[in-house]
């Protein structure tokens, strides 16, 4: 077995706590429903928020799912790139799988799905 990473990403409506939970909630849960990944497969997440999300880490999503109070976890602010995509919340997943890299299902959504078109792309013929 290896370790993979899975990338997700997802904007966030409002820089509030509920709103960031709540996105991060749903990328996480959809990122582990996608890849099939069980939470004992999880080595670790880091989760990063753009310069205008600061209500709360979005880490505090993974302490709301089941099973996940002994994934380790790290939040980071991405760099402030002028005319990057605002709102946003992106996840890298380490998992132990037998997957290849081409069976793992990265998972843009919202309007993050704009950060890799062409990795959606792809995965909507699988």
Not at 4 to 13: H, K, N, W
């Given at each position: 077995?290896?370790?993979?990473?899975?990338?997700?990403?997802?904007?966030?409506?409002s820089n509030t706590r509920e709103s960031i939970?709540?996105?991060?909630?749903?990328?996480?849960?959809?990122?582990?429903?996608?890849?099939?990944?069980?939470?004992?497969?999880?080595?670790?997440?880091?989760?990063?928020?753009?310069?205008?999300?600061?209500?709360?880490?979005?880490?505090?999503?993974?302490?709301?799912?089941?099973?996940?109070?002994?994934?380790?976890?790290?939040?980071?602010?991405?760099?402030?790139?002028?005319?990057?995509?605002?709102?946003?919340?992106?996840?890298?997943?380490?998992?132990?799988?037998?997957?290849?890299?081409?069976?793992?299902?990265?998972?843009?959504?919202?309007?993050?799905?704009?950060?890799?078109?062409?990795?959606?792309?792809?995965?909507?013929?699988?």
């Open positions: 077995m290896g370790v993979r990473g899975i990338r997700g990403a997802i904007t966030v409506e939970v709540a996105a991060a909630k749903l990328l996480l849960e959809e990122m582990v429903k996608q890849n099939e990944v069980g939470v004992d497969d999880i080595v670790s997440v880091l989760l990063t928020t753009t310069q205008d999300l600061q209500a709360t880490f979005p880490a505090q999503a993974a302490r709301l799912l089941e099973g996940w109070e002994y994934v380790p976890l790290m939040c980071a602010q991405e760099i402030p790139v002028p005319g990057s995509l605002p709102s946003c919340i992106r996840v890298m997943m380490h998992v132990n799988t037998e997957k290849s890299a081409r069976e793992i299902h990265h998972v843009f959504l919202r309007d993050a799905v704009s950060l890799r078109p062409d990795l959606a792309k792809r995965l909507a013929k699988r």
